[in-house]
């Protein structure tokens, strides 16, 4: 055991060569903000922040963009209340399991006999109770967000991705982008130095070099969920949050400079299921800013709603964020997964394939975007469109032609319904979507509209009917092969770092995979029969599947992931019980805290874990 600069270090590491070593004993007390440059970064070692009453430890490589990135003053966290929040998301999972169906308020709850329903509302709320209130003042450089683009946090995506000519882009550390360590802390360092104008990249195979155009889209990023870990990290001797992991990095190491380029951190907020949880982001948003001692309001994100339950209490989510918030997005393929998954178990609504829940034929779709446009609008704030996933068909011009019209007509239904700007999945579609948005809104804006006024009476049971499909098309053998091929697909990508794919035309992330997994699981939950051969739907069968498609994608040689792949997606579409997430199952999977305090330099496989 040998001193240098008063922290101790270890020689040997991983495979017990001199090269690889280990350093321990880093303590700073993140109870009080560290006399500490925002831009400092940390040397190589396991780190271990403390104060009497949070103990922060890093279990993973040190490799170069965790040293830059992982600077220990970075570290604050709100864990006790978010996981009392999880617990409590278990409690209600179970009453829906039961029967249960979510209420607007705790009149209709009561009418529908207690243990019918369940109240999504707050009594006596401010948030629907006073007409007065409005979000805070819109920032001048996100006026206009008629198109956004979302992507990876790769270096080369992001530089694609600002570079896209679109209002927005939207750094994703969630539904697209695998959380293995390098991914995070090399994602970090991209949008540090993006936001500095300083990021570049070589493509190490043409030379081509990628950088910044002179100007660009609006950054804006996505932290991960609330039911997400971050494994890496502990906090007090817990698994920390990986949401907040996400956002005290970026906005450590990037308010000030946004500041001072006339911007400010900007983020959307996945997957929250009810008011509390916005609550909790709230609080985050106010400790960080009185932290590093920038005004309140500085942060602003945006609500993705993705959940049913979400639905039902839009206003009260906008009021807790109300000196924060940018408005609400449609968040259509989570919606339709938490859907599903929220009320599996209810043989009255069994989801047809997905192919046939599209916004334009879907009742609970039509209902949600209404009811979203007419409250975001009412208080001030943006109410943006969903994504069109569809990507560019090369080398077939009819059908590219045929898909391109596809989501024209989705980007004019989305304008005229009064939203304030839309998603694409891919570079190629920006302008496509912003000539729609140019021709029918010649305002930045459509906020200052009257209020859409027919999302103003939506009631509960619109927003929770589903789509009739003719009988003999709604759940087919072939949708039923297609939602096992795209959940192996998409898994093994993920186990292998990746977190979005093209996929049949499409550009697949978590949120689409899971609406194929969990309808899967809930036909076989009950019994549901394949109408085009009247055969039941069982573990045994949907095993078979799975079996057949690793087969045929690997010639029966163990290459990729896929065998891993196939392992994990048999198990979570044929148990009794139906898993929450699929990434929560795989993520054991990419964990590299077996290598914890190695030094790792980049040209290492395992940097790339």
């Not at 169906?101 to 009418?111: E, G, I, K, N, V």
């Not at 003042?137 to 008629?146: A, G, S, T």
């Amino acid at each position: 055991m040998a001193m240098r600069d008063g922290l101790k270090t270890e020689r040997g590491g991983r495979g017990g060569t001199s090269e690889h070593h280990r350093r321990q004993g880093f303590i700073i007390d993140v109870g009080h903000r560290a006399q500490q440059a925002p831009n400092a970064t940390l040397h190589p070692f396991t780190m271990e922040a403390r104060s009497t009453s949070v103990v922060v430890e890093v279990h993973a490589p040190i490799c170069a963009a965790a040293a830059e990135i992982l600077t220990p003053d970075s570290l604050r966290f709100f864990e006790d209340r978010r996981r009392a929040l999880l617990v409590a998301r278990t409690s209600r999972a179970l009453e829906f399991d039961s029967g249960a169906l979510p209420h607007f308020d705790r009149a209709a709850s009561a009418a529908s006999g207690g243990g019918g329903g369940m109240s999504m509302r707050e009594p006596h709320s401010h948030a629907t109770d006073d007409p007065h209130w409005r979000c805070a003042p819109i920032p001048d450089d996100v006026k206009d967000r008629r198109v956004e683009i979302t992507g990876p946090v790769d270096r080369k995506m992001v530089i694609n991705g600002l570079n896209s000519g679109a209002n927005v882009y939207m750094a994703d550390f969630e539904d697209s982008t695998s959380p293995t360590w390098s991914n995070l802390t090399e994602g970090q360092r991209n949008l540090r130095d993006a936001v500095r104008g300083k990021i570049t990249y070589t493509n190490p195979s043409t030379g081509k070099v990628y950088a910044l155009k002179e100007k660009t889209s609006v950054l804006f990023v996505r932290p991960r969920g609330w039911h997400l870990d971050e494994a890496h990290v502990t906090v007090n001797g817990r698994v920390a949050s990986g949401g907040l992991f996400d956002f005290g990095l970026y906005f450590f190491h990037n308010v000030h400079a946004l500041l001072q380029k006339g911007s400010r951190p900007y983020f959307y907020l996945p997957k929250l299921e009810d008011y509390l949880e916005a609550r909790l982001w709230n609080d985050v948003f106010r400790a960080a800013q009185g932290y590093f001692g920038v005004p309140s309001g500085t942060i602003r994100a945006t609500v993705l709603l993705e959940t049913i339950t979400a639905a039902f209490q839009m206003e009260e989510i906008l009021y807790e964020l109300r000196a924060h918030s940018l408005g609400l997005n449609c968040g259509r393929w989570d919606y339709l997964f938490s859907y599903i998954k929220k009320f599996k178990c209810h043989g009255d609504k069994i989801a047809p394939d997905r192919s046939h829940l599209t916004m334009t034929d879907t009742p609970l779709l039509r209902a949600y975007v209404d009811r979203l446009i007419y409250i975001c609008h009412k208080r001030g704030t943006f109410a943006m469109g969903g994504m069109a996933a569809q990507i560019p068909i090369k080398g077939n011009p009819t059908e590219n032609d045929a898909a391109m019209a596809r989501i024209k007509k989705d980007k004019i239904r989305e304008v005229l319904a009064g939203h304030d700007g839309t998603w694409v999945a891919h570079p190629a579609l920006v302008s496509l979507a912003k000539s729609v948005f140019d021709e029918y809104m010649p305002t930045p804006n459509q906020i200052d509209k009257s209020p859409a006024l027919s999302g103003k009476d939506v009631t509960e049971a619109e927003l929770l009917k589903l789509r009739v499909v003719p009988k003999g098309e709604a759940i087919t053998s072939d949708g039923l092969q297609k939602g096992v091929s795209i959940v192996l697909a998409y898994s093994e990508a993920w186990l292998r770092g990746i977190g979005c794919i093209p996929l049949n035309h499409h550009m697949e992330d978590a949120a689409t995979a899971e609406i194929s997994r969990v309808q899967i699981w809930q036909w076989k939950y009950h019994g549901v029969k394949t109408e085009d051969n009247g055969e039941v739907i069982t573990a045994a069968r949907i095993s078979k599947l799975v079996h057949d498609e690793v087969k045929r994608v690997t010639g029966g040689e163990d290459k990729g992931k896929w065998y891993l792949a196939g392992k994990l997606v048999e198990d979570m579409l044929t148990k009794d019980k139906l898993d929450d997430f699929l990434t929560t199952v795989c993520y054991p999977h990419i964990l590299t805290t077996k290598y914890e305090g190695d030094v790792i330099p980049e040209d290492d496989p395992v940097s790339k874990l």
